[in-house]
């Protein structure tokens, strides 16, 4: 059974990003098994990393520092 762990940024992914992420990552995981099975034994797991746990280059990144580049979410 694939299980997938996604980390990201807490407040960088909306709750529609994310549930777009689960389906495409799903997609990706079943196209890369050839097996259309496996959907329905594939985990995706996206992990809000709290404000001050997450680092880029060698500093600490906090939502002050991304608020601004954060995507609009998608029309459907």
């Known amino acids: 059974m694939p299980v ?3 980390y990201t940024a807490e407040g960088w992914v ?3 990003r994310k549930q777009m992420m689960i389906e495409k ?4 995981v079943v196209a890369a098994e050839g097996r259309e ?4 034994m594939t985990y995706v797991l996206v ?5 001050g746990g997450w680092g880029y280059q060698g500093r600490v990144t906090r939502q002050t520092d991304f ?4 995507p609009p979410d998608p029309k459907d």
Request: glycine letters at 4%; zero cysteines.
């Open 4 to 6: 997938v762990h996604i």
């Open 14 to 16: 909306s709750p529609r």
């Open 25 to 28: 990552v799903t997609d990706a």
């Open 37 to 40: 099975e496996v959907r329905a």
């Open 47 to 51: 992990h809000d990393v709290g404000d």
């Open 67 to 70: 608020k601004a580049l954060i």
